[in-house]
């Protein structure tokens, strides 16, 4: 997928001296570059993710794209207004888009996904071996980590898919809140330490090897387990092991292939912060990471900023001023004994709280900034409301674009 | 201090031993762990503050070098009424130094043991093999709350407060001793996992879920108390953190939202609060005041929905200017006179 346009996404690096400040992130022109394929929303969890990854898409869709958007857990009534309800781990178009291009989305169902993987690499019979044993049932329902291998795994699918058949021409991803942060991208590593790791070598060993390679230390091994878990406990770990064997070696290439496919210039990674001081530190970790493993970084994204009051009036003064109208409402001689001198007051502290929540944000966005100069951004002011619905989508897309 | 009545108000847990903290992710569930701790360690009482995420952020938070798998004297709390003050202790708690901990303590495994990591069963433990993970780190806080004969010289803590990992997670991270139940049949990791979920079942224990006034973050409240509540998990109390400011009454609320405050009147009083009313910040603070009504609004209907979760639920102010040590004691102060410690 070869990048046509200049609408090129930096490769972060340490900022050297030639770094140049990037300004402002261009949202539309990523989304109208037909050399973007995938778009990557990655950050911290509650900062607005799964809404930005849809609102992306829908603006992507309504300028003319074909568009799926991957969901991970999306709010109920966001769900139900893009028709997506946990059924399906497919996507389904998305009805009351405008314009020509086309939307489509899904919901990743985790265990699905997995199940849908043993189901197309084993044969029938260690399918079902597999489907049944009480470690893959932990670790595909309920294990901390498998999220994320799911979701490189379904974009795969999609990717391919969608190279087959022309079916989309760009891919938005939402991830998993991790709690380390970039799981997703360990996942290929993680596996492959998993499947070459000498223990998981050691339990596949009794079925495979000759019985003289059990040495003392796996005798050791086995009795220690045995004795803290019970010999059920080694007994199914290794009957679960030896049928994962094969079953994963498919999956660990298909995971290889996804990891290239993101590291490739038609990807694009937003990072999405809050302008709080933890989950911009978590967005400078996703930036280093990405820098790291040379990932596309197309930009921040810092959603729900308080809107900017603007004017003239500081905090100090706007407090001063409420202080003394307060006083003065106290005062039987005043002019002002009439409600209105609270409202008035409460009015200078709302605004002086308003002005200090600003400048606080505005600080913590320019220390990132001065950290990281190479990362365009785009600030996102808080809406009042919840976004359920396609307009909420739409309008969350405006200000994305700073169309609004 | 203020009102010396409220401050002598019995806490609404007196029998809980383990307050653990949980909350949507960007609800703040870190600093009202932070500050239950604090509110909790007065008048001589023992407290310790356990993270198990990996994230560092009570050592950012209280503005100490990073925590290592050790319990460290983190700072002094709260003092209560007499100005008795306890002390707040600290533990950073990761799943591979709690297995080694775990198997020394329980089991002289010897050659064993080295020959477990050199064989990578440590890092498959505790990277990959399904629920141990949690349960490790579980564990570790079992074993803080329940101090034995094992772990000699030990502190014996009045609370345990724990930064848990996100509402989503939280039924599934308390109950792994179950999930571990059903792969480990026999044997003393059964045992023990079934003593833990004893302790955690049980009234010494309460599940406390922070949240703000916003629709997602209430939802999942909700959600994760009835999945607490299924699992038999006690649920503790509802944390509403970062509530806006209250400076207008209801009636300028309703106005402000209708677009009907009384223009010509601010104008008025802030050319007497001595302001220079120039064009536009009239129109600046009222536009301010429509936008914070229809917030307020929205809190309001989503304040109404927490009450209806039936349990007791505590309210914290947003903090415009950030929060610093000095905020998380003042947290600390309001969640005792509400009773939450």
Known sequence: ?404 | MVVTVRLRRVSDWPKVRLHVVTGKGGTGKSTVASALALALASGGRNVLLCEVEGRQGIARMFDVDPLPYQERRLTTGLPDAAGGRGVVHALHIDAESALLEYLSMYYRLGRAGKALDRFGVIEFATTIAPGVRDVLLTGKVYEAVQRNSRNKSAIEYDAVVLDAPPTGRITQFLNVSNELAGLAKVGPIKSQSDTMMTLFRSPRTAVHLVTVLEEMPVQETADGIAELRSAGLPVGGVVVNQVRPRDLSSDDLAAARAGTLDRARVEADLAEGGLAVGPGLVDGLLAEAADHAERRALEDSQRELVTGLGVPSYELPRMAGGIDLGGLYELAGLLRTQGMA
Not at chain 1, 92 to 107: I, T
Not at chain 1, 377 to 400: E, F, I, S
């Open chain 1, 1 to 404: 997928m070869a990048r046509s346009s200049t609408h090129r996404p930096s490769r972060v690096g340490p900022a050297g001296p030639g770094a140049r400040p990037a300004g402002a992130l261009d949202v539309d022109a990523l989304l109208d570059d037909p050399g973007t394929g995938i778009i990557v929303c990655c950050g911290s969890g509650g900062v607005g993710k799964t809404t930005t990854s849809a609102a992306l898409a829908l603006r992507a869709a309504e300028r003319g794209r074909k568009v799926v958007v991957l969901t991970i857990d999306p709010a109920r009534r966001l769900a139900q207004s893009m028709g997506i309800e946990a059924l399906g781990n497919t996507p389904s178009p998305v009805v009351g888009v405008q314009g020509s291009g086309s939307l489509e989305a899904m919901m990743l169902d985790m265990k699905r996904t997995f199940d849908e993987v043993v189901l197309a690499q084993a044969s029938p019979e260690k399918a079902q071996q597999i489907l049944a044993n009480p470690f893959y049932i932990a670790l595909s329902s309920s294990f901390a980590g498998t999220q994320e291998y799911m979701a490189m795994e379904k974009l795969g699918q999609i990717h391919r898919d969608a190279q087959a058949a022309g079916t989309y021409d760009l891919i938005v991803v939402d991830t998993p809140p991790s709690r380390s942060a970039l799981d997703f991208l360990d996942a290929p590593e993680r596996l492959s330490s998993f499947l070459d790791g000498r223990f998981v070598r050691l339990l596949l060993m009794p079925a495979k090897g000759p019985a003289k390679l059990m040495t003392a230390g796996i005798g050791l091994i086995t009795n220690a387990l045995t004795k803290i878990l019970g010999a059920q406990f080694l007994k199914d770990l290794q009957t679960f092991v030896t049928a994962l064997d094969t079953v994963f070696g498919g999956f660990r290439q298909r995971a290889q292939e996804t990891y290239s496919l993101l590291k490739a210039d038609g990807t694009a990674f937003l990072v999405v912060a809050a302008p709080e001081a933890d989950a911009l530190r978590e967005a400078e970790y996703f930036v280093e990471r990405l820098s790291e493993d040379e990932m596309p970084l197309a930009g921040l994204v810092v959603n729900r900023a308080s809107p900017d009051p603007g004017g003239e009036l500081s905090a100090d003064e706007a407090m001063a001023a409420s202080e003394r109208l307060r006083r003065a409402g106290g005062s039987p001689t005043s002019s002002s004994t009439s409600p209105t001198s609270s409202l008035t007051a409460g009015l200078l502290r709302l605004h002086a709280d308003r002005v200090r929540m600003v400048e606080r944000e505005r600080t913590l966005r320019e220390r990132f900034a001065t950290a990281h100069p190479q990362v365009a951004t785009v600030v996102v002011p808080a809406l009042a409301g919840d976004v359920h619905d396609l307009a909420g989508l739409r309008r969350v897309g405006d200000l994305l674009a700073c169309s609004d």
